[in-house]
T-cell receptor, first 116, second 111 residues
């Protein structure tokens, strides 16, 4: 296990199409996060899983976005009816809280989505 | 992140000078404060973190200070080098769950 992996690395899609991204976290990590990052900005929180439970979802997130983590391991992020404004880097991160609480989140390389 | 404010958004220093980046957070229950460095085209990577039970932590040329009363924490880089040029993000837990990030500081170290 060499870290968090995301697939695909790049995705170009036409407006209105659906896309799905996959994230494989570090195997022993029970927390998984999805973020969106546009050029020059910080990672914007989308949603968060602890094991298979989706504990939080950004209130700014459109209903076109949905995420799953069915077995508490890998996760998928789906965007339906894509819009040009969805173009961004989608980052996945995972962490395993320690005895003192939160710990480092490890990021994947991201999936760069371009909607044309 | 909606509850983490970071400034400045850009910072330019001469090689050898110090750089300071500041963040404020809103969730008083936050107890873990990491700093990430993101180089162009790469993923964010942790460079230093601090927990609420200490006020300062150092790692070679990098230090972080925390003021829990004022709810702010700062990143200090001394003797800056050109390879320190990158975007730096602070983060803090929100609702004891997910990690929220600041908008980032683009640091440029001029040789």
């Amino acid at each position: 296990d060499t870290g968090v992996s995301q697939d695909p690395r790049h995705k170009i899609t036409k407006r209105g199409q659906n896309v799905t991204f996959r994230c494989d976290p570090i195997s022993e990590h029970n927390r998984l996060y999805w973020y969106r990052q546009t050029l020059g900005q910080g990672p914007e929180f989308l949603t968060y899983f602890q094991n298979e439970a989706q504990l939080e979802k950004s209130r700014l997130l459109s209903d076109r976005f949905s995420a799953e983590r069915p077995k508490g391991s890998f996760s998928t992020l789906e965007i339906q009816r894509t819009e040009q404004g969805d173009s961004a880097m989608y980052l996945c991160a995972s962490s395993q809280p320690g005895t003192l609480g939160d710990t480092e989140a490890f990021f994947g390389q991201g999936t760069r989505l371009t909607v044309v | 992140g909606e509850n983490v404010e970071q400034h400045p958004s850009t910072l330019s220093v001469q090689e050898g000078d110090s750089a300071v980046i500041k963040c404020t957070y809103s969730d008083s229950a936050s107890n873990y404060f990491p700093w990430y460095k993101q180089e162009l085209g790469k993923r964010p990577q942790l460079i230093i973190d601090i927990r609420s039970n200490v006020g300062e932590k150092k790692d070679q040329r990098i230090a972080v200070t925390l003021n829990k009363t004022a709810k702010h924490f700062s990143l200090h880089i001394t003797e800056t080098q050109p390879e320190d040029s990158a975007v730096y993000f602070c983060a803090a837990p929100y609702n004891n769950n997910d990690m929220r990030f600041g908008a980032g500081t683009r640091l440029t170290v001029k040789p």
